[in-house]
Nanobody, 122 residues
Framework: QVQLVESGGGLVQAGGSLRLSCAASGRTFNMGWFRQAPGKEREFVAAIRWSFGSTYYAESVKGRFSISRDGAKNTVSLQMNSLKPEDTAVYYC??????????????????WGQGTQVTVSS
């Protein structure tokens, strides 16, 4: 069993930055970040292939967001820079058991955190 807890969400002005963190209580395989705005489906943001550290990003955040992991602490972080109002959403971290490249589909992930709200004002 893997338990995930996100932190770091909050209110920030457009152009600002936030850093989200996800602490895992158990062993992880791959980690991803997703977000969900009201009335919209949960969408892929970024993921990291745990064993190699390879990173993957949605086009909408590429160049602005950066995902990283700390293997010793079993944590994954999402550094969000140049935030835009359209980034406003509840952000979730997730873990999956895929040994290859992490998937981009929410249903493929096995464990989820409770989510943390990110609000970007214009």
């Amino acid at each position: 069993q893997v338990q995930l807890v996100e932190s770091g969400g909050g209110l920030v002005q457009a152009g600002g930055s936030l850093r989200l963190s996800c602490a895992a209580s158990g062993r992880t395989f791959n980690m991803g970040w997703f977000r969900q705005a009201p009335g919209k489906e949960r969408e892929f943001v970024a993921a990291i292939r745990w064993s190699f550290g390879s990173t993957y990003y949605a086009e909408s955040v590429k160049g602005r967001f950066s995902i990283s992991r700390d293997g010793a602490k079993n944590t994954v972080s999402l550094q969000m820079n140049s935030l835009k109002p359209e980034d406003t959403a509840v952000y979730y971290c997730a873990a999956d058991r895929t040994l290859g490249a992490p998937p981009r589909v929410p249903s493929e992930y096995d464990y989820w955190g409770q989510g943390t709200q990110v609000t970007v004002s214009s």
